[in-house]
């Protein structure tokens, strides 16, 4: 008899505590779940390679890209990536590609990475250098996001994203 005791206790406390009142489900129905995220602040060496970048186009006749901060966060995000691994490299880009096609309804998506160049006049020449990172620079892009941060070991890590909205 005890032990069927214990089994109604259990099966009382757990109908109990997983319950859902009417109350709380329109609260959330009714709540602002979207959050604010604050703009990119682009540091001039940022701001230099959207410059290049655009100047590039220009000589080859193509419009010039904007900007994009959700491009910039998630060019962020994938330089935290190689600087914890240490390793330069396209890993998730999938997830970025996704991200950014759900938050800007991006059509089209490319990356371009560097690492240990001093300047934004040094990076964007060997990009322009590289076969694939100059089509990505030339693509049909319309936006851009752009992250330059230092390394542990303070060389700089590079992540720019092209978009096509």
Not at 11 to 25: M, R
Not at 84 to 98: G, K, L, M, P
Not at 122 to 151: C, P, Q, Y
Request: glycine share 4%; aromatic share 12%.
């Amino acid at each position: 008899m005890k032990y069927l005791s214990y089994v109604w206790f259990f099966a009382f406390s757990v109908l109990t505590l997983t319950s859902c009142s009417k109350e709380s489900v329109d609260e959330l129905e009714t709540a602002n779940l979207t959050t604010k995220v604050s703009p990119v602040h682009y540091t001039s060496i940022e701001l230099e390679i959207l410059d290049r970048v655009n100047d590039y186009r220009d000589q080859n006749g193509l419009p010039q890209l904007a900007s994009l901060d959700e491009g910039s966060r998630q060019a962020a995000y994938h330089n935290d990536h190689m600087i914890e691994s240490e390793e330069v490299c396209h890993d998730d880009f999938a997830y970025r590609y996704t991200a950014l096609v759900n938050a800007e309804k991006a059509k089209a998506v490319s990356e371009n990475v560097a690492f240990g160049y001093s300047s934004a006049e040094a990076v964007v020449k060997a990009w322009i250098a590289s076969d694939g990172h100059r089509e990505n620079m030339l693509g049909d892009h319309t936006h851009f996001g752009i992250s330059v941060k230092e390394g542990k070991d303070s060389r700089l890590y590079f992540t720019n994203i092209f978009v096509r909205k």
